[in-house]
């Protein structure tokens, strides 16, 4: 990156990404506990839920809360299970082992920021009101506490921006994309309620994008109907219910 080429604006969006790293380092620290030797790092409550699925996972016993059991789907997050079981697989101590995942979490807030900026300034053309928003979103406490304490929210935030960023770029250029398609559908796979931006950014580009309506008709509803059924199916032959047990406990 040549810094010569730099705009004021985004000199400041680097300062503010690099200022929301030190601070979530100082988060991420003041939310662990212990002292002496030892120093416990945690996340909330749902996050650890997933962390066991993931320990289990990766110690070979598969995808349950306890090893030896019949298999439920106590979590909503498949692939940000993926995700923590991969750090499993590291010999990392069981204290430490919540660090990596908040680290992860604020590297991808961290991004977040650039993306936000990027929307901001498509609609405004302000320099001012952009790098506005940018603070505005790296101040906000609700999406912090999650993304900084292990929830799938950090990635799903980031998802849903790049995706919208890159629609507005197709539409401003008038070319089909299937970007927004495949980085949503993934989204979907870490949870499944992401089928909602899905369905928004689609129905923007069958509304908007008239000369490449059949193009998104197909790969909009073709795209996600795979997704859906695959994970409907590994549901279904693994749990042997189409939905995570969660969905039927808060609904019955």
């Known amino acids: ?33 212990g002292g002496g030797t030892e120093r416990y790092f945690i996340l909330n409550d749902d996050a650890m839920i997933s962390m066991r699925y993931a320990h289990n996972l990766a110690r070979g016993h598969g995808l349950v809360w306890n090893p030896g059991e019949a298999p439920v789907e106590g979590f909503s997050n498949p692939l940000w299970v993926l995700y923590m079981a991969f750090w499993h697989v590291f010999p990392i101590p069981l204290a430490k082992m919540s660090l990596p995942i908040q680290i992860s979490g604020a590297v991808f807030l961290a991004l977040n920021l650039v993306f936000v900026y990027r929307i901001a300034r498509h609609f405004t053309g302000n320099p001012f009101v952009s790098l506005l928003a940018v603070g505005l979103t790296a101040l ?16 799903l ?38 089928a ?16 490449h309506r ?20 590994l549901r279904l032959w693994y749990y042997g219910q189409p939905l995570p047990n969660t969905y039927y406990l808060k609904v019955s």
């Open 1 to 33: 990156m040549n810094l010569k080429s730099l705009t004021r604006s985004q000199i400041i969006l680097i300062g503010i990404a690099l200022a929301y790293l030190a601070y979530a380092a100082y988060y991420i620290a003041v939310s662990s506990y």
């Open 157 to 194: 935030v980031l998802l849903v921006n790049i995706a919208v960023w890159q629609t507005l770029k197709a539409l401003d250029s008038g070319r089909f994309t299937w970007l927004p398609y495949l980085i949503l559908v993934i989204g979907t796979l870490v949870r499944i309620d992401m």
């Open 140 to 155: 906000y406490e609700p999406l912090n506490n999650w993304g900084l304490l292990g929830m799938e929210v950090s990635i």
């Open 214 to 233: 059949r193009q998104h008709l197909m790969y909009g509803a073709g795209v996600l109907a795979l997704a859906l059924g695959m994970q409907t199916g």
């Open 196 to 211: 909602v931006p899905y369905l928004a950014v689609w129905f923007i580009f069958l509304a908007f994008d008239k000369s």
